[in-house]
C-alpha cells in the first residue's frame, strides 16, 4: 500500500506527508527483534532536531526505524525524510577509500598514510610559500559539534592558518548577526511550545509545511485557535493552509514591517515595560515617520487597508504575538535589518520572553545551532570572540593550548575566501561535509575558480559529489548513523547521534580523520585530550562557563538522553527545571546595558531588478518535504525520489504562460546574466504575475543566482533576480 501511494505523491506541488508510528506498517519492528534492541538519535536532516528510535539486530546494526513517541519536540511524529534515514548509508556511491589525483588527472584508491602525506605535504608547501592565509576551510552544518570544534581548533591552533567558514554562512548567518547585534548574543528566545500557545503566528518568509513539516503540526496542535499569517510573495504550501496570505512584492518585507512599527508606535499601541528595555526607541519612532502605508503601498504590492489591518492585528492588547522566519528572510541582502525589523516588533510590543511570543529564526541545518557556537568560524569556540583578549586566555587555559596559537583576527567570510582564492591569495581548499560546486549562489563561478586552487580536498560521504568530483584528493568519512556526538536544534536543545552501523571499507568519522591529520602535521600532543567525542564534549561544555550558552551542568550523552534533551542554557550553578525554556523572562539581555538594541535602515533596492532583457524575477526555495539541499543523500532513496519530480521544473503564473504560449511540461530555457538551465513548464497560480519559482534542490538553479549579499551578515541572496525564459 505505501508503494502505491507513493507513486501517486510526484508532482511538484505533493501533498507531503508526516507520518506517525502505524502509518502503513511503518513503525513495525521486526519480530526477531527484542524491545530492547534499539537505540535513539536526533534526525540528522533539518534543525527541528527530531529524535529516531533505531531497531537494532543482534550485531547492533540499525536496520529499521521509527520516530520517538516520548520525545518533546517531534511527539512520535516523523516527516518523510527522517522516514528514510538510513538509505543514504547504503548508497553505492559512498566514499569507501581515499581516492588521489595522479599525474594524468585520474583519481587512484591509496591508503590513508599515503593520503595523509598528500595532505601535509601539499597543504605545509603552500603555507611556507604564501603564509597562513594561503589555505582556507568551508566546513557544515550537518556534523556534530564536536567534530566542528575539533575541525576548527586543529586548523587554526594547530596547523596554523586563519580563514575558515561553514556553510550555515548560506542559511543561518543573517539570524546570527541579527540576534547578536540586538540582544548581545546570538540567542533564540524561544522553544516550540510558542507555537503551540500563540493567538497570532506570523511566518515571514517560511514555508513551513514544506521545510518543516514536524514544527506545522506543532502549529496545528494549538488549541488557541490562533490567527496564522503567512507573509510571502508566493502562494506555498503554508499559505494555502494559513488563515491569511499576505502576497507581497518580491523583498518588500523590510518596507512592510517598518510600515507596520509606523502603525503600531503613530497609534500608541506599544507595551511601555517593554520599550523602556531598548535602546534607540526614540531614534526608532523618527526615522519610522517615512512609512505611513500610504508610502509603502506601492513598494510592497499591498493596499494601505491591508497594512492597517495587519499592523492591529500583530498588535492587539492581550494577544500573544509570535514572529518566525526562515530563508526568505535569511538569503537577502537585507536579511538582517529584516530579522531586526521583527525583533523591534517583538520588543515594542512586549512579544518576547513569555508563552506564545518572540522573534524567533528557524535554523535549516540539523547541528547549524551547533555550528553557531563550537565551528570556530564566526565567533570562537564555546560562544567567545577571537578579538577579546580573556577569551582567548580562557579557551587556550581549557584545551590546553599555547594561547599565542589562538589569534585574534577574524575570518573571511565564505564568499570572501572564494573571492581571495579567484585573486590567487588562497591556493589550498579544504571542503568538508558540504557541496559547494553546486550549492554556492553563481555557482558558474566556481568552475573556474577550480582552474586557480593549486589543491582541493573534499571530505564527504560520498565520491560523486560536485565538489568531489574536482577534487585533488577525497578523504572518505562516516555519516550519520555511523558516528557519535551532539547536534543543536533550532530551540538550543542539545541531543545525541549514536553509532549503529559501521562506516563502509576504510571510511573514518570525521573526529577520526581529524585526529589522523593532528598527528600527521605533527601537532598531535595539543589534541592528546581528543580521544573521541564524549572526551571532547567534556572539555567544550567546560569552555561554556559564564557565557550565555553556558551548559556546564550537563553531566554527559546519558543525561542528555534522560531528559529528553536539552536546551541551553543548563549552567551548574541552579540549573533550570523543566524541558522547554524561553530566554528573557526577566527583560534582561546580553548586552552591555542590559537593554536590546532596537536597529534599522532604510531598504535598499532589488541588486538585480527585472528589466527588458529578463523581464521575470526568479524566486527559489524548498520544493518538496522530501528533497534536501543538493540533494546528496536524499537522492539515495528509492522512495524519497518518487515523492518529488527527478528533473527542474519551472513554475509560472497561468496569465504569463498564456502570453507566451507555453505549455504544462513544455521544456523551457531560463537564463540570467551568469547561465542558464532547462525546466518543463507547471502551470500555476501560486507565484505572481511576472515571477517565477525553482526548486533551490537541482544543480542548475544556482547557475542563475545573483552574486549579492547582506552587507552585514555577507549571507548570499538567493531569493530574487532577474531572469528570461523562452521555449527550448
Known sequence: MLRKLLKQHTGPLTADLVLEPGHFGLGRVPKRLKPASTATAICGYCATGCQLKLHLDDDGRAINLSPQAGYPVNLGMACPKGWQALDPLDSPDRATTPLLRNEHGEMMPVGWAEAMDAFVSRFKNLQEKLGRESVAFLSTGQIPFEEMAFLGCLFKFGMGFIHGDAN?????????????????????????????????????????????????????????????????????????????????????????????????????????????????????????????????????????????????????????????????????????????????????????????????????????????????????????????????????????????????????????????AEEGKIKGLWIVATNPFHSWIDSGRLAELREKLDFIVVQDMYHTTESARVADLVLPSAGWGEKDGCLINSERRIG????????????????????????????????????????????????????????????????????????????????????????????????????????????????????????????????????WHTQTRTGKSDILRKLYPQEAYVEIHPADAARLGLREHEMVTICSRRGEMRASIYIAPTVQPGQLFLPMHYPEVNRLTHPSYDPHSRQPNYKACAVAISKT
Open 496 to 627: 545525541t547521534v549514536k553509532k549503529v552501523r559501521e562506516a563502509p571499507g576504510i571510511a573514518l568519522s570525521d573526529f577520526r580523520i581529524f585526529r589522523l591529520i593532528a598527528h600527521a602535521w605533527g601537532c598531535g600532543d595539543l589534541f592528546a585530550r581528543w580521544t573521541d567525542p564524549e572526551a571532547a564534549f567534556h572539555f567544550l561544555r567546560d569552555l561554556t562557563k559564564d557565557r550565555p550558552c553556558d551548559i556546564t551542568g550537563v553531566e554527559g550523552y546519558e543525561m542528555i538522553d534522560r531528559l529528553g534533551g536539552i536546551q541551553w542554557p543548563y549552567p551548574a550553578t541552579n540549573p533550570p527545571s523543566g524541558n522547554e525554556r524561553r530566554l528573557f523572562e526577566d527583560g534582561k539581555f546580553f548586552t552591555s546595558s542590559g537593554r536590546a538594541k532596537l536597529l534599522f535602515s532604510p531598504p535598499a533596492e532589488l541588486p538585480e531588478a527585472p528589466d527588458s532583457a529578463y523581464p521575470f524575477t526568479l524566486l527559489t526555495g524548498r520544493g518538496t518535504s522530501s528533497q
Open 168 to 420: 550555515t554562512r548560506q542559511c543561518m548567518a543573517t539570524a546570527v548577526t541579527a540576534y547578536k547585534q540586538a540582544f548581545g548574543f546570538d540567542a533564540p528566545p524561544y522553544t516550540y511550545g510558542d507555537l503551540e500557545e500563540s493567538d497570532v503566528i506570523v511566518l515571514v518568509g517560511s514555508n513551513l509545511c514544506i521545510a518543516h513539516p514536524i514544527l506545522w503540526q506543532r502549529v496545528m496542535r494549538n488549541k488557541r485557535s490562533p490567527r496564522i499569517i503567512v507573509i510571502d510573495p508566493r502562494a506555498t504550501e503554508t499559505a494555502q493552509a494559513a488563515t491569511q496570505h499576505v502576497r507581497l512584492k518580491p523583498k518588500g518585507d523590510l518596507a512592510l514591517l517598518y510600515s507596520l512599527a509606523h502603525c503600531i508606535v503613530r497609534d500608541g499601541r506599544t507595551d511601555a515595560a517593554w520599550v523602556e528595555r531598548t535602546e534607540g526607541f526614540d531614534e526608532f519612532a523618527a526615522f519610522l515617520h517615512d512609512y505611513a502605508p500610504e508610502r509603502v503601498a506601492e513598494k510592497t504590492g499591498l493596499s494601505v487597508e491591508e497594512i492597517e489591518s495587519l499592523a492591529r492585528t500583530v498588535s492587539e492588547p492581550g494577544k500573544r504575538v509570535s514572529w518566525w522566519w526562515t530563508m526568505g528572510v535569511n538569503q537577502s541582502y537585507e536579511g538582517v535589518r529584516a530579522a531586526q525589523a521583527m525583533i523591534n516588533l517583538a520588543l515594542i510590543t512586549g512579544n518576547i520572553g513569555k508563552p506564545g511570543t518572540g522573534a524567533n529564526s528557524i535554523t535549516g541545518q540539523c547541528n547549524a545551532m551547533g555550528s553557531r557556537l563550537f565551528s570556530n568560524t564566526t565567533s570562537m569556540v564555546g560562544g567567545h570572540d577571537f578579538s577579546d583578549a580573556a577569551h582567548r586566555e580562557k579557551v587556550a587555559a581549557g584545551l590546553g593550548i599555547p594561547v599565542e596559537n589562538i589569534p585574534s583576527d577574524y575570518s573571511l567570510a565564505y564568499d570572501q575566501i572564494l573571492a581571495a
